[in-house]
């Protein structure tokens, strides 16, 4: 049987089915593996479809075998056979086409492979460099083609979800203005123009809040982003979000709207059913409760405030620590005790995390195990005995600093991964709401929590003005970081899915946030004079959301990083090691834009 390169493909590997027996079919694809069984070569073929068996021998055809013999995996290659369905018993259950294989009658072979470096018939044991640098080799296996086929099904998915909504999908500029938003900006050199610059949008954050100033009331983008920041696991200096905006929304709608897309993509592509409304917890609470602003409900170990109980206390380092103005904080492990090993690690990992240290107390069957229990007053022994029933252990924290909650939120995920406290496959969502408006930084600057166009409670927002009696302003310090605002972050099983608000829509509120910023007037008008001027023109009541899709993707396909369902990431240290990115650039082309190259510059 004759067959040409430029013959065309007929069917695919999944179209081979009992369905097709006796049927002439052309097909193309890759070589996935090949078996050579006592003069009988068995080509396994790899399409977008799936996966077929080719048999050669001479018996079939002499040429054609000949051919087989000497072909490499992942070879590309052009077959022509007849459809054979396969012995009873002998079925690839696997395979849509497990129930036949086809006698190879003509092969071409298109492209013939070098020997390659990353299996991709299998999982081989190579490090990340050596994938991302073959990286269109590693896209081949089975796995992380499933997770990119996963990727366009959602993107899909999500896209029909807010057109049945009356969104409509508009895309903002790459090339826009440098604001200070927030993480660090790349910046793009204008030719035309030297010493002037573009920069990537870290968001569109002002250019949906325009086009919603512009009329259209409902805005989606699925968005590409860019921060130049430090990286890690779950973070890509590039990345991809959702990006939403109403206009005259409650914070309400936002958060139903956004939590019938998340509970629809769990139930279509992972089989689970997400119980609606997600509960809605106050940033204080989830601070209070957890310890950190994105609290994984999926296992207890809720921190408590034990300084009542300890309010009358001669343990000396609990006074000390409530006298300096400090808290007692605590967490219960039920029907769990320690050993000296253990707790002498817990003791260490605590004071790595910024602690002096860290007391415990057994409950055991006649008496509290703790060094500290000697020094217990009679109303403290019987305050552990009604509060914890026989075999748990508390961990204490004395502690006065901010930080105190954090230190014993972060021991809390480390003592539930270590105790496998987490049940496999469980999905717990939540939204924190009412988070600060304003955060301090260590250098004592003040700073947006989510950013500065986040819309402050209104009722606080008042408050302070009467208080104050004048317009507040980045000299006002510490009294800013009494105001909350209305926020809301989507939280997944302890990560940071989405982040939104209500935004600010008056220019007088606005540049009033700006100058509590500390931002220069000058600045306000250079930087964000076209925002103002906007607002002065009707701007509506407006707010959003913008959940990322990288890590809500690699969720919802049981993957840890990021990096599992993004076709071509980024090493941890920005390299693209495909492409041999960064790379410099040749001085004249530095010259045509305007830049040069300073030695010694800062990495």
Request: hydrophobic letters at 40%; aromatic letters at 8%.
């Amino acid at each position: 049987m004759t067959l040409a390169p430029s013959d065309t493909r007929t069917h695919y590997a999944a179209d081979c089915t009992p369905a097709l027996a006796d049927t002439t079919v052309t097909l193309a694809g890759w070589v996935h593996r090949r078996r050579d069984l006592g003069g009988l070569c068995f080509l396994e073929l790899r399409d977008a479809s799936g996966l077929v068996q080719v048999v050669f021998g001479p018996d079939i055809d002499a040429e054609a075998a000949a051919l087989a013999a000497g072909v490499r995996e992942e070879s590309v290659v052009l077959v022509r056979g007849t459809v054979s369905v396969r012995p009873a018993g002998q079925e690839n259950r696997e395979w849509a086409s497990g129930g036949v294989e086809v006698q190879g009658q003509a092969l071409v072979i298109l492209n013939l492979a070098e020997p390659v470096p990353v299996l991709v018939h299998s999982e081989g044991h190579e490090n990340q460099e050596l994938l991302f640098r073959y990286r269109y080799l590693q896209l081949r296996r089975a796995g992380m083609r499933r997770n990119l086929v996963l990727r366009h099904q959602i993107m899909q998915a999500t896209r029909e979800f807010f057109f049945a909504r009356d969104f409509h999908e508009l895309e903002t500029p790459i090339l826009c203005k440098g604001t200070p938003e927030g993480s660090r900006e790349y910046l793009v050199p204008y030719r035309q123009e030297p010493g002037m610059f573009y920069v990537l949008p870290q968001s569109p954050q002002q250019f949906k809040q325009l086009l919603v100033t512009a009329g259209f009331e409902r805005y989606f983008q699925i968005a590409r982003c860019f921060r130049d920041e430090d990286l890690r696991s779950n973070r890509q200096p590039e990345f991809t979000q959702l990006d939403l905006e109403w206009a005259f929304p409650t914070q309400e709608e936002i958060l139903t709207t956004v939590e019938a897309w998340v509970a629809m993509l769990f139930e279509r592509f992972c089989g689970q059913t997400l119980a609606t409304p997600f509960p809605r917890m106050p940033y204080r609470e989830a601070m209070a409760r957890f310890g950190v602003d994105k609290p994984d409900l999926r296992f207890g170990l809720e921190i408590e405030d034990l300084s009542d109980a300890f309010s009358t206390t001669e343990v000396k380092v609990f006074r000390g620590t409530l006298d300096a103005g400090g808290r007692i904080l605590g967490i219960r492990v039920p029907g769990r005790t320690f050993s000296r090993s253990e707790l002498d690690h817990w003791q260490d990992r605590a004071k790595q995390l910024g602690a002096l240290g860290l007391a415990h107390v057994i409950r055991e069957a006649e008496e509290l195990k703790s060094p500290l229990a000697k020094f217990f007053a009679a109303a403290e022994k019987a305050w552990f005995e009604s509060h914890t029933p026989v075999g748990d252990t508390w961990f204490l924290l004395a502690h006065s600093g901010e930080n105190a909650h954090a230190i014993l939120g972060a021991l809390r995920l480390e003592l539930g991964r270590a105790l496998d406290l987490i049940p496999a496959g469980a999905v717990a969502p939540l939204f924190v709401v009412d988070f600060p408006l304003f955060e301090k930084n260590n250098d004592g600057s003040i700073s947006a929590v989510h950013h500065p166009f986040t819309r402050p409670h209104q009722a606080e927002w008042e408050a302070l003005l009467a208080e104050l009696g004048h317009e507040p302003t980045l000299a006002d310090g510490e009294i800013l970081l009494r105001l909350g605002s209305v926020t809301h972050d989507l939280v997944i099983n302890g990560e940071e899915i989405a982040s939104g608000s209500i935004r600010i829509h008056e220019p007088a509120l606005q540049w009033q946030i700006f100058r509590c910023l500390g931002i220069p007037e000058e600045t306000i008008q250079a930087r964000f004079g076209h925002m103002l001027e906007a607002f002065r023109y009707g701007a509506p009541p407006h707010g959003g959301m913008a959940p990322g899709m990288d890590r809500l993707i690699a969720m919802l396909a049981g993957e840890e990083a990021i990096t599992s369902v993004i076709a071509f990431p980024k090493t941890l240290k920005g390299h693209d090691l495909l492409m041999g990115a960064p790379a410099p650039m040749p001085e004249a082309t530095l010259a045509d834009v305007g830049l040069r190259v300073v030695p010694g510059t800062p990495k």
